[in-house]
Structure formats: C-alpha cells, structure tokens
C-alpha cells in the first residue's frame, strides 16, 4: 500500500513537473501541424541560432572530453599537493550561477581589460562573439565529464594498464585500447550529459554574447527573445526542437548502451 | 643467470618493502618467491618487471642492465592475482594483444594464438568474453597472453592466489608440465609452501624485505637456514631446546637412553597422518606418526610413551632461540 501511494506521489510530482509543461510545448507547436513548425524554424535568424547553438555546444564537449579525461587521469592517478583543493575547485561551476559566470569572463576578456584588448588586436574577440560563448558553456559544463570518468577509472584500476605495457604496448598505445575503451559507457554517459547543458546553456551565454539577434543568438536565446516580441509560434518551435535534440540525445545513448555493464 | 638482482631495496612511505635485496635467478628454471604476505616478494618481482622502480640497486636481466628500462622493453611476461582480463576483448583477442602492438602480420597472429590457446587448452573458448570464463580458465588466458610474445622471462604474482583449493592444484600440476614443455625462465611469487615444494625447481625464501634462503625444496627443507626458513617451510615442533620437524620424532615404549619420558595427551586421526600431542618434563611435543606406526604403539590418551630424535642423520634440527 505504502509503496504504491510513492509511486503514485512519485508519478505525480513528475507529471506536474516535467510531462505536463513539456508536453504542452509539444502541443502548442504542433496543434496547427508541422508546417508552421518548419516555417518558423527555416527563417534565417532561428537558422543562424541553430548552427550557432550546435557549434558552442560541439566547441564545449570537445573541450571538456579532452579536459575531463585528463583531469579524472589526474585525480585518480596520482597523487599531489592540493590535489584535494582541486578536487573541490571542479565542482565550483556547478555551485556559481551561470550569470556570474558570464559576467566574471566579461571581466577578464572584455575588450577594455588587457587580456580582451590583446587578444582583439590580434584578430580574436572573445566577448560578444562565439569563443567567449564556447568558453562560458565549457565553464558551466566542467565537471560533467570528469565526475562521470572519475569512478569508473578508480573501479577498473591500473591492472589492465601495467599488463598491456609488460606485452609491450606504449602509453598511448595503452591508453587507446585499454583505458578508453573500460571507460567508453561513462565517457559517452558525461558528454551526452555536456552536450544536453550545452544545447540548452542559457545565463552564461546570454551576459557574454551579447545577444545579437543574427550573430550571436543561440537557440535558447532566441526561444526568450522571440517569446518577448509576441512571436509565439516560432518560440515554441525552437523550444520544441531544442526538447526534441535533448531527448533523441538521452535515447540514443540509452539504445547504443549494453543492457549490461561490459 | 637470467636475472641479477644487486643490493635492490624498496619501501613504500614509512614501509620497508625490500631491504638490500639480492638474488641471483638461474636460466630455465621454475623459481618461487616464498614468503609470508607483506614480506616484500610481490614488491621484489614487480621491480623486475619494472611496474615498481627500486630506490636502490641494479636489475639485469640476461645480462643487460635494466634497471631503468621500461616494463614495455624488457621482455618479461607478467600474470597477475587477479588476471587482469581485458574484459572489452574476447580471449583470442587478449592474447593476440601482444603481437598486435607490435605490429606482427595478420596471418602470424592468427596462428600463434591458436597455437597458444591450444597449448592453454582454451581453443575452444577463444571467441568468449573474459566474463564468461571461470577464474582457472582467465588465468590460463593471462598465461597465452604472456606467453604470446615470447617473453624471456615470465613473472606469475600469486598467480593462483583467487582460485579454490581445487583449481589451483590442478593448475599448479599444470603449470609445472607446461614449464617442462615451454622451459621459459619462470619465477612466481606464493605465499603457500606446499605450491613452493610441489612446482619450483628453486625456492627463494623472503621475509620482512630480506632473502633468507635460497636453495632447492629439498635444500630448504632438509636444511633451514634459519629458525624461520624451518617454520615457514614445513611443521616444528620443540624437544629439549631444540626444533625438529615432527615426522622425524619417534615414539616408544620402552625407556631408552636419551629417550623423554612423556604422557600421551591427545591423538587426532588425520586419514593417514596421526598426530600424536605429548607431554614431557619441560615441554609440550607434537609427534607426526603414520597409522601403521600408531596402531603397532597402541597409544592412546593418558598413555606413558618415550619421545627420541632417531639416530639417523641429515634431520632438520636446530636450537630454538
């Protein structure tokens, strides 16, 4: 009895949070069917923030894949002063809102610090233009990577490693076809994780790019900009694809995943 | 000498692994490295391998220096405890590891790991995933896998440490045809004397990070080099001050010269072993009969006996400290 009234509160409370409001979306888009969907989304400015949305979000999982890796090697591998400190410092971007993020990455890269200025003179902007955007949606996304690999690397230890190098294999060689491949399931578990915050990173994004509709406007900056000028049906379409993108993101990942652990 | 290790010592912290360590591995043999756990045996064959770095001392290995070589250049095959399966790649593929790295031709890795699995009596699993495999048949794999490569030297770390008392009987009687046959220069590390006596050719006692003898099982059986080379190698027991090994005790009836007077305390039954517990004016004795021996005594419990070391020679025996 017990247990089926949690599953009910359990039911409910998702319902109320999750299916409902997501589904009205759905709903609201397509209640007039799909052509004034395709109509909203094929205007050059939600276009233009579709591609833009994919490249920051590509920008950032690179980045973190790359960092994530190395990072969850550093932590689990090795032993350093302050390592503890570190440790720690990963979870910070999680814990700052996304809008001091942006707002700390204006102060040091904004064009009139040093490091924004040289930085302009020699041919890069990074506020108000997509590197800026990339790195404050690394920024917020940081730790996805790492506190996914982290675990699995303590679980799998080094044994594995130590007998590929005694039949001979380089460290790279190693890490290729040992390590990656122990770790692959929490690789793709923390970059599905990334790429999800990356499509749908909002604050960050939103104080550094300017939000220049057309140059720097991102997906989810164009669902609040459009929905601030009464352009209903082209919000809800953008919000309906960017729903869409996370979810065939989270089922891709759960059919391509073994039913168990290998 | 295959392998020369010279003054090697290692610790860990605070924790003295090895301590001037030196040994001398001879070529073709099936050592072992005996010794209680934590006594730096394990440490000492994962220097030779070169997955620990000593903080002192040289390791040659065929006469080349290679105490700062990389594990990956110094021809040794490794096996650990607890096999270190490839778990992502089916057997056949764990053992083609070794030669795929090094680049070997398609059709020569083909038909040495079949060759390998055949030797391993495996060929018909080599399409399994380590999962699927008991924890016999993944030590076995490990062992084509090191092998694969033609190692000079192969290191096997309590290589049948995680199994039951059943597999790893099977497995070391296995082990040791399987060294007649391959003859690679073999040293494995246990911590059972019995695996020690039954497989090796040579026995290297180490205990608290020091050598304590190096011989052959007969040679550390028959002579100790010391009070715990004599315990840990086989039973003691204690008469008059000194330590004898149980089965060299006898047992009679009559008072003799140079015979202990005893009282018969307990006789346990083991099938053919009998273990007799006897008590003397200074001391407590425990006597290794067999059932023949017991039964034409016919002692029993309460009983008055005479405990002697018998007039041959060559008995392990020293004076207890």
Redo the contacts between chains.
Sequence with gaps: MARHLLRVVALVYLAFLLVLPVGIVAWRTLENGVVPLWSALAQPNAVHAILLTVEVATGAVVANTIFGVGMALLLVRHQFAGKRVLDALLDLPIAVSPVVVGLALILVYGRTTGAGAWLGEHGLDVIFAPPGMILATIFVSLPLVVRAVAPVLEEIGT??E?????????PL?TFR??TV??IRWALVFGVVLTLARGLGEYGAVAVVSGRLVGQTQTATLFVEERFQNFDQPAAYAMAFLLAAMAIAVLLATNLLRPREG? | MSITVRNVSKTFGTFVALRDVSVDIPSGALTALLGPSGGGKSTLLRVIAGLETPDAGTIEIFGADSTHLPPQRRDVGFVFQHYAAFKHMTVAKNVAFGLEVRRRPRAEIRQRVEELLALVHMEQFAGRYPSELSGGQRQRMALARALAVEPKVLLLDEPFGALDAQVRKELRAWLRRLHDEVHVTTVFVTHDQEEAMEVADEIVVINRGVVEQVGTPDQVYDEPANQFVMSFIGPVTRLSGRLVRPHDLELVTHPEAGAAPATVVRVVRLGFDVRVDVRTAEEDVWVQLTRTEAEKLGIEAGGRVFVRTPPGAGLAAMAAG
């Design positions: 044994e594995q130590q007998a590929a190098w005694t039949l001979g294999a380089s060689q076809r040992i491949p122990a290998v």
